[in-house]
């Protein structure tokens, strides 16, 4: 059985936490984890329950189905996938396919010189969908993430390029000669014009650092593909890496569906239980909460300006630690985090930070974000699979003792029930969103780090019209209500046509990417079948190798003679039937 996780420190920590039990009932337990040597992968994988995350048994699947002989394969047969936080791993995450690369040509110059011509394109504001004519040079459509170079911009370009040295006089850049040039231009401009630094990716030891933007972890040796890493690179004046050609691929729904049992659990799931059924035949089954859920989810308040919501989120801050209260703030970005810490900084609020940057800190940060008065705040990470208790971690405090004496147990469990009822008093764990996500089940889960167990806790969200979801998706009519109800600066709104525009604006946005994850399956499944075919085949050549012990070469040689004999045997019975 794999027990497939959302990131390795929940893998570790589930793994450690149950394998005292498991071991009882004579179970054997493996973390399967990013970089451990193949015999590592090997003795976890041939444990009863393996733990890891859904990156690695892809990519472990992925290689094995490279490897030149038996041996270097990790892997056993998929037979029992149970996913933790499932909807984040099955839906959330299935936009993006799994892809090995391998080195490709070395594009680094062209890359950096292409880079040098960016800066001198002007973004234009409002585009002409037919023309593609303006003022600017370029236009984004934010919704797709896509990039769009006008006709001025083309001319401009073409000058450019031409100045440089990189295309001939009189040459056009849409001409055959030209199809790499403009592949590196276009992936220029989505690098200055998309991808933003400290929201998208991190820069760390002279490496670009994919940031997952559903779990706000870095994403180690991933890498954007079609050259678009490569001018992130050169936007960030770090040392570009070559190019890379796609070996293998899959994506998480045809990897998951290979399976002969495959379940899961979140906390968050109903919503989505159309695309379970459809894309996973799987049935989706909601269970009652152990305790009723107290928690107050207070209304959004909506404010005209970014600013004008920092203040009002430090406020919040202040009134609610002063009489005690833990108070998690969640932000959607690294950079998002840090604006919140600098002005909790200048406001003199102790407070801690738990983002891509300082994933190291995570255990002890989660363990005392549950104390009195604490102030933490934290990107995506902190929204699934967190546990945050109340008055603090007494599990973690008798970690630090070496072999603890019954009555240091009995004092520490005693200290941490007055604390947890303090805390309790003060209304438990408050929860702060800084916008809303795309997707309603995110902010879902941030809420569900308060009122666990039938605990006290409140969340409320606070919203501007300049936070991204609002500008691209429901600004006009939002910013209309505003308008009509005479807002002035530093007052929000609070309105249930806001809360409902708000949530229309979230269904389109659920609703575009199950078209993209639909579309990328129905490609990935044209391929599947010859995926498939081919492995198989593979795996049909090792079996033989394994019985008859002969050696690669020949195991080739011998496959083909009992093609062809098979071929030959098949006709010659049906000519005999002929006969007959």
Known sequence: MHVVTVNDYLARRDAENNRLCLSFLGLSVGINLPGHAPPAKREAYAADITYGTNNEFGFDYLRDNMAFSPEERVQRKLYYALVDEVDSILIDEARTPLIISGPAEDSSELYKKVNKIIPHLLRQEKEDSDTFEGEGHFSVDEKSRQVNITERGLILVEELLMDAGMMEEGESLYSPTNIAL??????????????????????????????????????????WSDGLHQAVEAKEGVEIQNENQTLASITFQNYFRLYEKLAGMTGTADTEAFEFRQIYKLDTIVVPTNRPMIRNDMPDLVYMTEQEKIDAIIEDIKERSTKGQPILVGTISIEKSEVVSRELTKAGIEHKVLNAKFHEKEADIVANAGQESAVTIATNMAGRGTDIVLGGSWQSELAEIDNPTEEQIAEIKAAWQVRHDRVLAAGGLHIIGTERHESRRIDNQLRGRSGRQGDAGSSRFYLSMEDALMRIFASDRVAGM????????????????VTKAIANAQRKVESRNFDIRKQLLDFDDVANDQRRAIYASVMNCWTVATLVKLSTASVVMYSARLSIITFHLSLWKKCGMCRA
């Open 182 to 223: 403009m592949h590196h231009v276009t992936a220029a401009l989505r690098a200055h014009a998309l991808f933003t630094r400290d929201v998208d990716y991190i820069v760390k030891d002279g490496e670009v650092i994919i940031v997952d933007e559903h779990t706000g972890r870095t994403m180690e040796g991933r890498r």
């Open 482 to 497: 505003m308008r009509k109800l005479g807002m002035k600066p530093g007052e929000a709104i609070e309105h249930p046509w």
